[in-house]
């Protein structure tokens, strides 16, 4: 029976042939493999270990028999070989292989085991400190490589000189690639694998390393035509040279006397071989020649060298063949999306260098190779998701580390170099240094899977967004953008939008829209002066106080539109309908209402002895009296936050008063370019007579409307005090209002209470704490006037003749004191001289202030025509001599009866 046979059925493990066929052949293989690891010509090699180690393990498995000195000599390639990549960031250890699969391991002390682990660390931090050293050779080999490659498009003239150098070229690419290719994926995963820590600049020369590797792929894609046409003839070339050393081992057969069967067999490989040769140099082609020439090279057809010649060749021919699959399986780097993590350290220090930029494109292509292994996985229902995830976070690692700290830095210098004269700029260029952003922009759009990302434009649209949102918060600092906008243009080629916003060329203070909508604050922290019609801030943290006048509210007006006019006294219609709610809750409190029901039947049982005049007596008292009710913790009693209350309704009607002062201010203006008011040309009927086009009749149709308008405007105004007297009286004059009624009664009190307070305001003007100091307050008169003619109360107020009440009481004490004083003179007592002296300036500066509150409430009453009674008035309406025009929110007021507990 036949060895391997029993009973019929062939038993491969007793081959004792085909085992030492088997052997023989791993053997050889790997003699031929193992001295191209770690070599610069090396290809491919390390991963034809694997698959020595693999027929290794298969062919123990099936024979159990062990070479210990092959196998030694498989298991020391870790000294030149610490891992192997497969893919992703999977690295293949021989030793971990051998212990997992086969027993073969037993042989190998635990020592030696032992030192394959430390070889590891060992290769890995000699490979850490050699690195910077690596790379830079690395590059200049590259850059070498690239520079030939670009300068070898032509020939020169030498057909197989240049098929030889072109040839060597596009190997010696490859081969860097490969090389480059393998400590890259080697050193990255060993990092992982060992938790072994990477310092920065590991990561960035790694990194460049991985530049250089899509370097070499874009040369060979940018001479694409120049390599694909030069590949025919090389392969032809290759071919030649292999057939020709077929030829002399044919000849050299055939020459043989001594002709057998077995040169028969020799002689038609090689016939085989020439005839695959003689074709396109496909794989299966390449396969075939090298089987038969492993039976044609038998009875010593070719020499050592020529054998050499011919597989050199036959590598080459391999190379060249499939150099576009081999350049892609070299520059694959799709093994950084394991890696991710290390992609921002690389983009900050791009940023902070600021040099060679375009390095980035680089990284893109290789981040871009990892799509391609996620559109074919199977373990996700929607390979899409996990791609967009992919894009989504490769975008924000360029937005977070490059884009946004480019759009912030450019913003920073813009600023600080429209702001030079200031001398804002401190920074020392000696310890800041000096770096030139302009390179980050020419940076050209990045494609990264469906999208475009412009560095250019996304700073562009950064400081569109920066110039006109700020400029929109504070339009007079326009000037201050428009450098910055002009500075990017000319430093860094940056084209902006125009904002296109009103730029606030005009003197304007606050703006009305501002106070319109901050109207509470406004009358609560500005003061109004009737005379000037201005406002003054109350108190400021700075040294000036702000002002608004009648200019700033028509350039306000100029800015924004009249129909903001309208739109502000609605807003002051909503404000007072609110104050006056509080209004008549203080009127309706028990205490209160008592105590001037009380006053007012006093008044009425007492005319006659009193002399038709309000005792200030009285009123004092009840000034004084009140405070017994409560004070708040700034020591305010009910009757200081009552005049307040009214002073804020007096403030707001003295901004509605502006308002209409600014809207005609505005419109003079504005009209003051046309020649006669009475006599309006109109321009449509003028074009339509020349018969011009349609477009010019057009645009003269809205001029006569603009003229028209602003003429409207000018001449006949806005009575918008009327409008709300109109929209209150009613429900002032209400029967279930009554409480109402004793307004006037309270106003004696009050005005006292003015006085104090306003006496106290002007003696801080002289103090170095401003605190709660003024010099006006007309929003108490204009309120009292308000509110008088509301209730329609002029001549019940008038008939108190407060006012001459306290001129007699100040006079009648100042008689008194001058009395005193010339006693005092007569006793030559100077402490009594000063003391009436003093209460002399007192009385008169009462006096002053009752004087000049008289004379405020009645200009203020004009405002409001208090020369009529509201029975007057309606007889009036009815007659239609009066008509209101304008436009006001129309509602019923609602003021509800609340008590005050």
Same mark, same amino acid.
């Not at 093994?335 to 375009?358: E, K, M």
């Not at 702001?419 to 990264?448: A, E, M, W």
């Given at each position: 029976m036949e060895q391997g046979y029993d009973d019929g059925k062939a038993f491969v493990s007793k081959n004792s042939y085909f085992a030492e066929e088997f052997f023989l052949n791993i053997k050889n293989y790997f003699m031929l493999i193992e001295p191209k690891i770690g070599d610069n010509a090396e290809l491919n090699a390390r991963r034809r270990i694997v698959d020595i180690c693999a027929l290794y393990v298969l062919y123990y498995s099936l024979f159990r028999i062990v070479d210990k000195k092959f196998f030694k000599s498989l298991w020391d390639v870790y000294k030149k070989l610490p891992g192997i990549h497969l893919v992703g960031n999977v690295l293949w250890f021989p030793d971990q292989f051998f212990g997992k699969f086969s027993p073969m391991i037993s042989i190998i002390d635990r020592k030696s085991q032992e030192m394959v682990k430390s070889q590891r660390q060992l290769y890995l931090q000699q490979k850490s400190q050699s690195l910077p050293k690596d790379v830079q050779t690395l590059y200049l080999n590259v850059a070498s490589w690239m520079i030939k490659m670009d300068s070898n498009s032509e020939d020169n003239g030498k057909l197989l000189g240049d098929l030889n150098r072109k040839c060597k070229l596009f190997i010696h690419g490859l081969m860097l690639a490969w090389n480059i290719s393998h400590q890259v994926k080697t050193i990255t995963n060993l990092h992982v694998t060992l938790s072994k820590p990477m310092v920065k600049s590991s990561v960035l020369a790694l990194f460049k390393m991985v530049e250089m590797l899509k370097a070499i792929e874009a040369t060979f894609h940018r001479q694409t035509i120049f390599i694909c046409d030069s590949i025919i003839h090389i392969i032809q070339h290759l071919s030649y040279i292999a057939l020709t050393v077929i030829n002399q081992a044919k000849r050299k057969i055939i020459s043989d006397k001594k002709y057998s069967e077995r040169h028969l067999d020799v002689l038609s490989a090689l016939l085989l071989a020439e005839k695959c040769l003689n074709g396109p140099g496909t794989k299966e082609r390449r396969l075939i020649t090298n089987l038969v020439m492993s039976l044609g090279i038998q009875m010593k057809s070719l020499r050592d060298d020529e054998f050499n010649s011919f597989v050199t060749v036959m590598k080459n021919l391999d190379i060249i063949s499939d150099l576009w699959e081999k350049l892609k399986d070299a520059c694959d780097c799709s #093994?950084?999306?394991?890696?991710? #993590?290390?992609?921002?350290?690389?983009?900050?220090?791009? =940023?902070?260098?600021?040099?060679?930029?375009?390095r980035i494109h680089y990284l893109i292509a290789a981040l871009r190779d990892s799509v391609g292994p996620m559109k074919v996985t199977r373990h996700l229902s929607s390979p899409q998701d996990m791609l967009n995830s992919y894009d989504k976070e490769i975008y924000n690692y360029l937005k977070e580390h490059l884009i946004d700290p480019l759009c912030r830095d450019i913003e920073t210098d813009l600023r600080l170099?429209?702001?030079?004269?200031?001398?804002?700029?401190?920074?020392?260029?000696?310890?800041?240094?000096?770096? /030139?952003?302009?390179?980050?922009?020419?940076?050209?759009?990045?494609?990264?899977?469906?999208?475009?990302? /412009?560095v250019k434009a996304h700073v562009e649209h950064y400081l569109d967004k920066i110039f006109y949102n700020?400029?929109?918060?504070?339009?007079?600092?326009?000037?201050?953008?428009?450098?910055?906008?002009?500075?990017? %243009?000319?430093?860094?080629?940056?084209?902006?939008?125009?904002?296109?916003?009103?730029?606030?060329?005009?003197?304007?203070?606050?703006?009305?829209?501002?106070?319109?909508?901050?109207?509470?604050? =406004?009358?609560? %922290?500005?003061?109004? @002066?009737?005379?000037?019609?201005?406002?003054?801030?109350?108190?400021?943290? @700075? *040294?000036?106080?702000?002002?608004? @006048?009648?200019r700033h509210i028509a350039n306000s007006i100029r800015i924004h539109g009249i129909g903001i006019m309208n739109t502000t006294v609605n807003f002051t219609y909503q404000f007072l309908r609110k104050k006056f709610y509080i209004f008549s809750q203080f009127l309706y409190d028990e205490h209160i209402k008592s105590r001037l029901i009380k006053d007012q039947r006093y008044f009425r049982e007492n005319r006659t002895q009193i002399d038709?005049?309000?005792? =200030?007596? %009285?009123?004092? *008292? #009840?000034?004084?009296?009140?405070?017994?009710?409560?004070?708040?913790?700034?020591?305010?009693?009910?009757?200081?936050?009552?005049?307040a209350l009214i002073s804020q309704i007096g403030n707001a009607l003295g901004f509605v008063r502006m308002i209409r002062s600014g809207g005609l201010h505005c419109c003079s203006n504005a009209i003051r370019f046309i020649p006669d008011l009475d006599d309006i040309v109109s321009f449509e009927e003028l074009c339509k007579e020349e018969n011009l086009s349609n477009e010019c009749i057009n645009a003269a149709a809205k001029l006569d409307h603009v003229i028209g308008n602003l003429t409207k405007n000018f001449s006949e105004g806005t009575e918008y005090f009327r409008l709300l007297v109109d929209v209150f009286s009613a429900a002032f004059r209400d029967s279930k209002n009554m409480h109402l009624r004793n307004f006037y009664i309270i106003l004696p009190p009050l005005t006292l209470n003015y006085i104090e307070h306003s006496i106290a305001c002007k003696e801080r003007m002289n103090r170095k704490n401003k605190i709660g100091a003024s010099f006006t307050d007309d929003g108490f008169a204009m309120g009292v006037a308000y509110i008088l003619k509301l209730l329609d109360q002029y001549q019940d107020f008038d008939s108190l003749h407060w006012f001459q009440s306290v001129r007699d009481k100040y006079r009648k004490e100042m008689n008194d004191v001058i009395k005193e004083k010339k006693q005092a003179i007569g006793k030559d007592d100077e402490k009594l001289q000063q003391m009436a002296t003093l209460t002399v300036k007192r009385l008169e500066i009462c006096q002053q202030e009752f004087d000049l509150l008289n004379y405020s409430l009645s200009s203020a009453r004009i405002f409001f025509r208090a020369d009529l009674t509201a029975a007057e008035e309606k007889e009036q309406k009815s007659k239609g001599n009066n008509s209101t025009e304008g436009s006001c929110e129309s509602a019923s007021v609602d003021i509800t009866s609340y008590s005050i507990m």
């Open positions: #093994f950084l999306y394991w890696q991710r #993590f290390l992609i921002p350290i690389y983009i900050t220090d791009l =940023f902070d260098n600021a040099v060679d930029a375009h170099h429209s702001h030079s004269h200031l001398q804002l700029d401190d920074r020392n260029p000696f310890n800041v240094g000096l770096k /030139n952003l302009s390179h980050l922009l020419t940076i050209k759009p990045i494609r990264f899977f469906d999208r475009y990302i /412009n700020l400029t929109t918060v504070a339009l007079h600092d326009w000037k201050t953008y428009d450098e910055m906008r002009s500075l990017a %243009r000319q430093k860094y080629e940056l084209v902006t939008v125009e904002a296109h916003l009103p730029s606030q060329t005009l003197e304007q203070s606050l703006d009305v829209l501002e106070i319109m909508r901050n109207i509470h604050v =406004f009358v609560s %922290r500005y003061l109004y @002066n009737l005379n000037n019609q201005i406002f003054v801030e109350r108190t400021s943290n @700075n *040294k000036h106080l702000n002002t608004i @006048n009648i038709q005049k309000y005792p =200030f007596e %009285r009123a004092e *008292k #009840f000034n004084k009296g009140i405070r017994k009710l409560g004070l708040t913790p700034e020591n305010e009693s009910y009757l200081d936050q009552f005049r």
